[in-house]
């Protein structure tokens, strides 16, 4: 977003409107935003940066179905009753994300089944203080969704040979830790970043980008390649991911030695690991049984639930993997503060137990910060 300028004409124009808005509010009538966000000279710019994709999930976008998403949510925001949105941010071009209508608005819906809310009006905290008024600072809150805007975020996510989406190699953060909640995984959960849809096309990409990298060097290929890679080509994430992957093995193969005494890949063991995901637990189950794959087990509402831990730790609900019992959890419910630890349950050497029990038993508490 660096290098972006309002134009003066349109800041004047949405200033305007920005007074009806804050005049309709003080006589409790309807607020109407109108949708200066649409307009060429500050749509176009923003399309410009990454070219016509959706700045969530990757996609090329049609250039009559370009949506411009608020960030933080303009009229209301879900799960917060009372509040009136980030009205204030309605004509600010920071607040603005290109998006596709799936993951704006619609919700992904692939297979005739829906794969996702979509991000609509929905700005959940990780943490931090709510800004609910003007002069309340955005900077205290912790927002749960990845920024694409910020840098970092994006980093955060990564993918794996099979098309998924998924937390990369950045360990937890504090807040992460502390709540047990893993920022790319409610992402990936909240826009449906592993619609079946996506992934499937998202993983013939890797694949073709990994075959290019093994052939010997050319120009074409190499142009091949770099068309596949660019920021704005689609699921450019995805396709860097693969090739660098390639490359990395292309290095290990070129130096044996060092390769055998590199570190095995793993998510990164930290303090209060175990806290979000199931990875440093592992060790404490069959391997065998892991291999196979262990029957979880939840209820809600009536309803009993099931998933397959498997063996990289990850919980797989409907033949997707997630990275968290509480993003998992929360996709198999549709509920949006389920606790995955607590409501997944499993049977070691004949005893039943939740996820919070097993990890109880294996782990000792944090000392008091
Ligand atoms: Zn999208």
């Given at each position: 977003m660096s290098g972006l300028t309002t134009p003066q004409a349109w800041a004047a124009k949405t200033e305007r409107t920005l007074d009806v808005v804050r005049a309709a509010m003080a006589s409790n009538t309807k607020r109407r935003f109108t949708e200066h966000w649409t307009d060429d000279e500050v749509r176009d710019p923003l399309v410009a940066?990454?070219?016509?994709?959706?700045?969530?999930?990757?996609t090329t976008i049609q250039r009559a179905d370009i949506t411009v998403d608020h960030f933080r949510p303009k009229s209301e925001v879900l799960g917060e009753p009372g509040h009136d949105g980030y009205w204030w941010l309605a004509?600010?071009?920071?607040n603005y994300r290109i998006a596709c209508k799936h993951c704006n608005s619609s919700g992904a819906r692939f297979d005739g089944m829906r794969e996702g809310r979509a991000k609509g009006s929905r700005f959940p905290l990780l943490a931090g203080l709510r800004a609910?008024?003007?002069?309340?600072?955005?900077?205290l809150e912790q927002p749960l969704l990845l920024d694409?805007?910020?840098?970092?975020d994006p980093d955060l996510l990564g993918f794996d040979t099979a098309g998924y989406a998924r937390r990369g190699r950045t360990p937890y953060s504090q807040a992460e830790t502390q709540h047990g909640v893993c920022r790319a995984d409610e992402t990936i959960r909240i826009l449906a970043l592993n619609a079946t849809q996506i992934t499937e096309q998202r993983s013939d990409l890797m694949k073709e980008v990994t075959a290019l990298a093994q052939l010997p060097g050319h120009p074409v290929i190499q142009d091949m390649i770099d068309k596949r890679v660019r920021p704005t080509a689609q699921w450019s994430a995805a396709a860097a991911t693969a090739l660098a992957l390639q490359r990395a093995c292309d290095r290990q193969l070129d130096t044996p030695a060092r390769s055998a005494a590199a570190r095995p890949v793993t998510t990164g063991s930290t303090p209060g690991h175990s806290n979000v995901d199931l990875h440093d637990l592992l060790?404490?189950?069959d391997p065998v049984e892991l291999q196979a794959g262990i029957s979880l087990t939840g209820r809600h509402r009536n309803t009993v639930h099931r998933a397959v831990l498997l063996h990289d730790g990850r919980i797989s609900v409907w033949s997707r993997p997630w990275g968290t019992p509480n993003s998992a959890a929360r996709a198999a419910t549709g509920s949006d503060d389920i606790d995955g630890w607590g409501f997944w349950r499993l049977t070691i050497a004949g005893v039943e137990q939740s996820l919070a029990e097993f990890r109880a038993a294996h782990t000792t508490p944090d000392p008091p910060v």
């Open positions: 940066l990454l070219g016509p994709k959706c700045w969530y999930c990757e004509y600010k071009i920071a609910w008024r003007q002069r309340d600072g955005l900077d694409p805007a910020q840098i970092g060790e404490h189950l």
